[in-house]
């Protein structure tokens, strides 16, 4: 096994059982990754700590952000958790009365000396879709660095981004996601790739993220709503810091005078970039990685709300990872809620927070100037 934090042969996932008359070790997770597996996680009086955890193959813990569960690894035969310093917090071995079909973990401590926590395998909530739509996405020959996914319909502002830059120095693709009829799609303004997919927002970019998607290709991934402006020299520059900094999420700021949901979003002049436990649905910038991570979240919900509470938990709460970027500020144009039930949007963000056991907040853990 690697130490924590590094990569996971998921075919050596060995642990022992709890039993004390058994010395054999309990083959797990040899059929699928690791990563497929969700568990709820309890402490000693069965209070849900995190009703969603996720190990993921690189050693990152998904579903919690706490500063003493933030890897684990799997050490003679005990899963152990690792703090932010890398130190042992709890090690977890096989409850010998689970069921079939069932995993049931439990500590056998070292830190918590008068406590047992437990791991109990779930249903896990979001998965990403393992085929191509039916109106499949060939892979450019030669492509940028980075990617630009719009949901896009006839009145997109996006033919009006300000082309402040030679078409040669953008450092981004564009693909058109489009959501209006096929008359429309036929005579959209060009891009590198295009597709009629109609419906929710977040629904079609979830179709978009198949396994073998070319979405995969770029090392950074934006999803703007197509009421913003902005220009060809902001998404650069979005993209650089987010590259510079190791971003795993972001977005660029808003102008003050955008119509703003989250004030917390509002570009605050004289910085370059917040570090932030909130990115907004409307403006998201990804890794590979988190994009990896977070996208089987993306058909939850018609309007898309609550997921960007949830999407630095599944990264796992890593302070200096998430931020907004002042540097750019880009100008939302049209009111918050408009093009759906604001209503019925809440009641989803509450339903995927309450799921997910988040808390909605909004947090700063620095600036860079």
């Known amino acids: 096994m690697q130490n924590a934090g590094g990569a996971i042969d998921s075919q050596s996932l060995k642990l022992s059982t709890s039993s004390s008359q058994s010395n054999e070790s309990n083959i797990l997770f040899s059929h699928k990754p690791i990563s497929d597996y969700a568990f709820v996680f309890f402490d000693h009086w069965r209070k849900v700590i995190s009703p969603q955890v996720v190990l993921n193959e690189d050693g990152e813990i998904s579903g919690i952000d706490h500063s003493e569960f933030r890897n684990w690894d799997i050490r003679e035969g005990r899963l152990t958790f690792y703090d932010d310093a890398g130190s042992m917090s709890l090690e977890f071995v096989v409850n010998p009365n689970s069921k079939p079909g069932e995993i049931v973990l439990e500590n056998g401590l070292p830190r918590y000396t008068q406590s047992t926590h437990y791991l109990v395998q779930t249903e896990k909530f979001a998965r990403s879709p393992l085929v191509a739509p039916d109106r499949f996405v060939d892979r450019l020959p030669s492509r940028k660095k980075n990617l630009v996914v719009l949901r896009a319909g006839s009145n997109s502002l996006h033919t009006l981004w300000s082309r ?200 700063h853990f620095g600036f860079l100037c």
């Open 164 to 363: 402040n830059i030679e078409d040669r120095d953008r450092n981004w693709d564009l693909c058109i996601s489009w959501y209006g009829d096929e008359e429309s799609f036929t005579n959209r303004p060009p891009s590198e790739y295009a597709v009629l997919q109609k419906g929710p927002k977040w629904h079609g970019l979830y179709q978009l993220c198949y396994e073998e998607s070319f979405i995969f290709d770029y090392e950074y991934v934006a999803f703007p709503d197509d009421d913003l402006m902005m220009t060809w020299r902001d998404i650069n520059r979005t993209f650089i810091i987010a590259e510079e900094n190791k971003l795993e999420l972001s977005q660029p700021s808003l102008t003050p005078a955008s119509y703003i949901a989250h004030p917390i979003t509002r570009q605050q002049p004289g910085k370059i970039l917040r570090f932030t436990n909130f990115v907004e649905l409307m403006t998201p910038v990804f890794s590979k990685k988190a994009l990896r991570r977070c996208s089987g979240t993306f058909y939850l919900g018609n309007s898309g709300w609550g997921l960007d509470y949830i999407w630095p938990v599944l990264m796992g709460g890593h302070r200096h990872r998430i931020g907004i970027i002042d540097a750019v500020a880009v100008h939302h144009t049209r009111p918050v809620g408009a093009s759906y039930d604001m209503s019925a949007a809440l009641a989803e963000a509450s339903n995927i927070c309450q799921a997910y056991g988040v808390s909605p907040s909004y947090n």
